[in-house]
């Protein structure tokens, strides 16, 4: 298993604890209520996504009997991924409390930098799952 992909499933359970941990507080406490788009975020964005991302560069390939198009560009997908949820939610968390312009400008760019990652994948694995267009 590639260490990317590794690290995508390992980030996965680690998002899967924190909203865990985060949805207990939010029942034990009207206050933590502000966290619902953290919590809900970890679980999609974190657990179930980056799982996906994991098993899906590990298990499409090999499927289609293929190599991955892009290792490198799963890397980057990881870090991407990984940056944009943390500074967003991390954004998202400070603005409750402080409100600020500067943070939901970061939450936005955060945000950008989610969806960069996902295309990513899009982009990746359509690579490696379509057959090569052949020339006439």
Do not use: C
């Not at 690290?7 to 209520?33: P, T």
């Not at 999609?44 to 009997?65: Q, R, T």
């Not at 290792?71 to 402080?98: C, D, P």
């Amino acid at each position: 298993m590639d260490t990317f992909v590794r690290r995508f499933i390992i980030m996965s359970i680690v998002y899967l604890g924190a909203a865990a941990i985060i949805g207990i507080a939010m029942l034990g406490s009207e206050k933590a209520m502000a966290l619902k788009f953290v919590h809900s975020h970890l679980n999609m964005l974190g657990w179930v996504s980056m799982m996906i991302y994991g098993v899906g560069y590990h298990i499409l390939p090999k499927f289609m009997g293929r190599h991955m198009h892009s290792k490198k560009l799963g890397e980057v997908q990881f870090w991407m991924a990984n940056i944009g949820l943390v500074a967003m939610l991390a954004a998202y968390t400070v603005n409750l409390y402080n409100p600020s312009a500067v943070l939901v400008t970061a939450m936005v760019l955060a945000g950008v930098l989610e969806f960069v990652s996902i295309f990513l994948f899009f982009y990746n694995m359509l690579k490696t799952l379509m057959p090569p267009v052949q020339q006439p």
